[in-house]
């Protein structure tokens, strides 16, 4: 048996009564009691997430905006501000995503980026090879000694100004998508959830008082379980399932994400332009009873899909799914998936599904 | 929770409790719900089918994962519980009155030689360490 991963805060979620569970090699905590009540209480009112599982990567020396124009498919020269950050995806030259990250422009010789844990080795291998060859100066040091918490829902910002004195000053008048440091911590407005909220990253040591003080001040902790159905009905992918290194964004409904205007070359650019997109992410919504789960199999009129994300819905009390379909589906469309060898019938619709605390699904 | 000492139990993790008129009801355990965690979708077999022991005959669905639920003897379903599709949650609240469906078995004395409170409680043990 190989030993688990920990995060700063496992003894934390152990006394908390989490039920912790291996995810992808980390002791993480799932539930600490009803998932469901854990979701509805960050759209309604605030949680508190551990994501230090998740890497921290900083890029240092001069060049890094120039680097990162050809290292993602999302432009950095999108960002202007100081503490503006930016979805992307990191493709190989097939096209296929390595990773989807956020980039924070902190000064034209910092910019600090945000991985997936399960994908952070990888990552780092794969900036390292290329900046070696297009950015030798470059400095990429990955900091695993950050711990980082996410603090989501509509009075997260409020909790958080309780709890850290100074706060309010600093991040009031911060941007969505946007950070600002603060001492040894780091705070972003941004999150996996569709709601308000910041993700912080502080020093390991520090993480426990800090976790411990938010839950003085009422927010409540909640698990990896919920954090996948709120960041599913946000219409947010999940790295591993909705993509990975066999599909491109353009299949994954991350052509917002990729910036084919602009003259500048980046990995994975050639192939993009030369490939069409053979498939479609889209949203469904099941009409009969049942749970939509990844990997059933979805028969339309213009041949078969696939759902890479299902689950149940607490906000619309339905199941839901992303599923990567045939080009030529439609939103509106009804279609069937099979599950169990019965064909249920699911409707095609525009996602996120639900944001800010409500449904706000789509099929016309 | 401790398991009710009235029931038998399978190593799958159902509960089946004899009624007065001979049938039994079967649901899952204490075990069973807090693994699977909130309950959202039941799917009960149809009345009248016939199954054999241990065939895989319901499906319960959590937030979380789907699972099978098995028939503990060999018989016949003779009713399913309704209340559960509006509130599936009630297996997370009261999994010991939580019945999925009732069946006649085909053998009585097969229902004796399921697991008593103690031997389910000793696997169930064996499963966490």
């Not at chain 1, 947010?236 to 070359?265: C, F, H, I």
């Not at chain 2, 319960?60 to 028939?71: G, N, P």
Request: charged share 20%; glycine share 8%; aromatic share 6%.
């Amino acid at each position: 048996m190989t030993t688990l991963k920990t995060t700063p805060l496992n003894a934390a979620h152990r006394a908390m009564g989490a039920k912790m569970v291996d995810f992808g090699g980390w002791d993480m905590p799932v539930n600490y009691g009803s998932q469901i009540d854990e979701h509805h209480q960050v759209r309604n009112d605030c949680g508190m997430f551990d994501v230090s599982h998740m890497r921290v990567v900083d890029m240092k020396g001069e060049g890094v905006r120039a680097f990162l124009r050809y290292l993602l498919a999302n432009n950095a020269d999108k960002l202007t501000l100081p503490g503006k950050a930016l979805y992307s995806t990191m493709l190989l030259e097939s096209g296929g995503v390595i990773d989807d990250l956020i980039v924070y422009f902190m000064n034209e010789n910092w910019f600090r980026i945000v991985v997936n844990a399960g994908t952070a080795d990888k990552d780092i291998a794969w900036m390292k090879k290329q900046a070696s060859l297009h950015a030798p100066q470059l400095d990429i040091t990955d900091h695993p000694e950050l711990a980082m918490i996410a603090v989501q829902g509509p009075n997260a910002r409020a909790k958080v100004w309780d709890a850290l004195p100074g706060s309010r000053e600093l991040t009031e008048g911060l941007i969505p998508f946007s950070a600002v440091e603060m001492g040894t911590m780091f705070i972003a407005r941004t999150g996996y959830t569709g709601e308000d909220g910041f993700e912080i990253m502080i020093p390991a040591k520090a993480a426990p008082f800090f976790w411990a003080t938010l839950a003085e001040n009422g927010v409540k902790p909640i698990g990896l379980g919920a954090r996948d159905t709120l960041r599913l009905e946000a219409g947010m992918n999940l790295y591993g399932q909705d993509m990975d290194e066999s599909v491109g964004p353009l299949e994954s409904g991350l052509a917002w994400t990729v910036d084919l205007k602009s003259e500048r070359d980046f990995i994975g650019k050639a192939a993009l332009l030369a490939n069409p997109p053979a498939s479609k992410l889209v949203g469904l919504v099941l009409l009969d009873r049942g749970v939509l789960r990844a990997h059933q199999t979805v028969h339309t009129a213009h041949g078969d899909g696939e759902i890479t994300s299902g689950s149940y819905s607490p906000t619309l009390e339905k199941s839901i799914a992303l599923a990567r379909m045939p080009v030529n589906v439609a939103i509106g469309d009804t279609v069937q998936v099979n599950i169990r060898d019965k064909m249920l019938n699911a409707q095609v619709v525009k996602y996120p599904f639900a944001r800010n605390g409500k449904a706000v699904i789509s099929s016309s | 929770m401790s398991n009710p000492s009235n029931l038998k139990y399978t190593a799958s993790h159902e509960w089946v409790k004899t009624e007065s008129d001979g049938t039994v009801s079967i649901g899952i355990t204490q075990h069973a719900q807090e693994l699977l965690g909130d309950m959202v979708f039941v799917e009960a077999p149809a009345v009248g089918r016939s199954l054999k022991a241990k065939e895989e005959c319901a499906v319960v669905e959590s937030v979380k994962a789907a699972a099978d639920v098995y028939a503990p003897v060999s018989g016949t379903v003779t009713a399913i519980n309704g209340d559960l599709d509006s509130s599936p949650e009630a297996i997370n609240n009261e999994p010991y009155s939580a019945w999925i469906f009732k069946m006649k078995p085909d053998n009585a004395a097969d229902i004796d030689a399921l697991l008593d409170a103690a031997a389910y409680q000793a696997v169930v043990d064996s499963e966490e360490h």
